[in-house]
């Protein structure tokens, strides 16, 4: 797999022979993306918060504004397992991995239908389904890419998305369950469907084998490339990990702190109803999918590095088009898409990413500690943006501040290059 203008590791060709018993694991791969797509489609349900948020406020008795702890906790703790997940999942494989991801996101959907307090609430979806998640979205991640070394960008776009776009289609089926049989019995409902959901597809995904033949002709023999590769170790003694690291953190940023007022932003700029409101953030959610998928495919097709510019570019239009929007609702519209489908690009980018810099092996906690660079986002760009609109009124100056931040990622694209092409040049990989 070739990444033009992003530097790779060194590939040592090997000729594997195909026995006649082999499974065609190229059809089979196949399977195992779908089978992980299935699990992010249930685990993406962490998007569909604010339709729990405000019933959960309601049955607790306290506003809905000092629920937000447990999304922030929820989306904070992901790294922790993706890490302590990848070590298992390196050694072991990813089925006992989801197998044991999926019960406990069960357990933690079902608990919080008993929760009475604030604190429960916290322990039971914000700590065990927030870590049960991080165990799951890193492990799927990463084997899918492993799957297809022909196909990174797109095999990471496809299962980013699926977790991306989960809330389309888990919100109305949760707001009708909530409506017919209140809040906590829909967490019991909805955790041991997508329990049952997650532990089932667990029995199609297999562990990656260098020696897996991705030919459809089982008769054939054919290439497959291995890679010198780097354990996390290697990884954070490599200057361009901590280049990667802030790319990472300023694409995230924007989207991060545009997603989590998009209903807020949209009423208090432009009066517009919360049904309006709602309509807007499933646009933002869409084109959150879309980025994912197209980004991936193009970074196959075009480079990493060109995409991320293009990527960069794109993000910083958008967040303009925000700040000039007062008035003008089709360019907030335009801004809003523009910054939804970076967002999206970026977190479908950096699976292949990492591991075309550091080997495929040990890219499950390689990439979980990559992480923490969305991690250090979703705090950053939603305490951002709520602390300019506390101190100034107004939620426009805050897409100037995103817009600093997708110039200075775009500008990182090029120190990543230099630093890329020096490592290239002294063969240091």
């Not at 339709?51 to 447990?70: C, E, G, K, N, T």
């Not at 079902?110 to 322990?123: C, E």
């Not at 977790?163 to 041991?192: D, H, K």
């Not at 969305?374 to 950053?380: P, R, S, V």
Request: aromatic residues 12%.
């Amino acid at each position: 797999m070739i990444f033009n203008n992003c530097p790779t590791l060194p590939i040592e060709l090997t000729q594997v022979t195909l026995k006649g018993t082999d499974m065609n694991h190229k059809n089979h791969r196949w399977i195992v993306l779908f089978a992980g797509c299935l699990i992010n489609l249930c685990i993406g349900s962490l998007y569909s918060w604010s339709v729990f948020s405000a019933p959960l406020a309601s049955q607790l008795a306290l506003p809905v504004s000092s629920l937000a702890i447990v999304f922030t906790i929820a989306t904070s703790v992901g790294p922790i397992t993706m890490i302590s997940g990848g070590f298992v999942n390196d050694k072991l494989g990813p089925k006992w991995v989801l197998l044991a991801g999926g019960l406990f996101f069960g357990a933690g959907m079902i608990a919080t239908g008993f929760i009475s307090s604030l604190n429960m609430l916290i322990m039971t979806y914000g700590l065990v389904c927030g870590l049960s998640i991080g165990l799951m979205y890193g492990t799927t991640v990463a084997n899918s890419v492993k799957y297809f070394p022909d196909k990174k960008g797109l095999a990471g776009g496809i299962t980013t998305a699926s977790y991306g776009g989960s809330s389309v289609l888990v919100s109305p089926i949760a707001a009708r369950l909530i409506e017919s049989y209140g809040v906590s019995q829909s967490f019991m409902i909805l955790g041991i469907i997508m329990c049952i959901i997650i532990c089932a597809s667990t029995f199609c995904i297999v562990i990656f084998s260098k020696n897996i033949s991705l030919s459809n002709d089982s008769s054939a023999t054919v290439s497959s490339s291995t890679q010198t590769a780097k354990d996390w170790k290697g990884m954070l003694s490599d200057t361009r990990f901590y280049v990667m690291f802030l790319i990472l953190l300023c694409g995230a940023f924007c989207g991060l702190m545009l997603i989590s007022q998009a209903s807020n932003v949209a009423q208090f700029m432009f009066g517009v109803s919360a049904a309006t409101a709602s309509l807007i953030v499933s646009t933002v959610a869409f084109m959150n999918t879309s980025g994912r998928i197209i980004s991936g495919y193009l970074s196959d097709k075009l480079g990493i590095i060109t995409t991320l510019r293009g990527v960069f570019i794109l993000a910083a239009i958008g967040t303009v088009c925000v700040y000039l929007s007062t008035g003008i609702m089709p360019l907030f519209v335009i801004g809003i898409c523009c910054i939804g489908f970076a967002f999206g690009s970026i977190l479908a980018i950096y699976p292949g990413f990492t591991a075309a810099q550091f080997g495929s092996k040990n890219n499950s906690v390689n990439y979980g500690i990559m992480f923490t660079g969305f991690a250090a986002a979703a705090y950053f760009g939603p305490t951002i943006i709520a602390s300019i609109f506390t101190a100034q009124g107004v939620y426009a100056y805050a897409f100037l501040v995103a817009a600093g931040f997708a110039t200075t990622g775009f500008l990182f694209t090029f120190v990543f290059k230099i630093l890329a092409d020096k490592a290239l040049r002294k063969g240091d990989h």
